[in-house]
């Protein structure tokens, strides 16, 4: 819709100090300092079933070739920067990002997942990037942010509607409702052969509830037991 229309997008991929000057911004982690956005904004905000997340990332992170995921950069004599962690988690202090960099254990981020069998590799996925996004989703404000919020299971579940819902919230109307809703077909994954699915680096399939088939009795009490509040928070 940007390039078709001539607006300004820019994405942020980690916390900023500064809003972008753009007429579409998207914050890939949700990280954002509510004092310092525009007066008057159009805002959408997805969240997803976290222990999915967890799911979807150790599925991910044992194939992508994103480069904090492949890092084998474990410096710490000088200041830590992406790719040694992830945009996401770069504003965190350096006591954090070298004690990060030692649960490693001299391995990539991936290395690390890899060489563990698949109930300790989603333990270690629930104790770092699970465990960063659930922290994010816990700090959202509902109010200060003034979003529209969606669930993805949601969109999943009713593509159409959901993103028609989207698309009035950001004022589309005649022409440019029916280019979105062309874009936004394409992009429906109920929609995709397996073929186009496989060929794509972000999904592993167009499921909800992966985690009840991949979770344990063990992983389940561990989320529970303290992840809990974030369940209660986005009523999953």
């Not at 669930?151 to 028609?164: C, G, I, L, Q």
Request: net charge neutral; charged share 30%.
């Amino acid at each position: 819709m940007s390039l078709k229309y001539g607006w300004e997008y820019k994405s942020v991929a980690g916390s900023t100090d500064k809003i972008p000057d753009a007429d579409v911004v998207f914050f890939l982690h949700s990280q954002i300092d509510y004092s310092k956005l525009p007066e008057k904004y159009i805002g959408i905000h997805m969240v997803r079933d976290p222990r999915d997340i967890i799911i979807s990332g150790y599925l991910y992170h044992k194939r992508t070739t994103e480069e904090w995921c492949v890092n084998k950069n474990f410096q710490t004599s000088k200041p830590i920067k992406y790719p040694q962690v992830p945009n996401s988690q770069m504003y965190r202090s350096e006591e954090w990002k070298v004690n990060y960099l030692k649960s490693l254990e001299g391995m990539s981020y991936q290395e690390k997942i890899n060489s563990l069998d698949q109930d300790e590799g989603i333990m270690f996925e629930m104790n770092h990037y699970g465990k960063w996004t659930i922290e994010d989703m816990l700090k959202w404000d509902f109010d200060k942010a003034n979003c529209l919020e969606l669930k993805f299971e949601d969109v999943m579940s009713n593509y159409d509607n959901e993103m028609m819902t989207v698309f009035k919230h950001c004022g589309f109307s005649g022409e440019q409702l029916q280019v979105a809703k062309a874009y936004a077909d394409k992009e429906d994954m109920n929609k995709m052969s397996k073929k186009d699915i496989e060929k794509n680096p972000h999904i592993s399939s167009a499921k909800t509830k992966k985690w009840e088939r991949y979770f344990t009795k063990d992983h389940l009490k561990y989320f529970n037991d303290n992840y809990v509040d974030v369940l209660k928070k986005y009523k999953y």
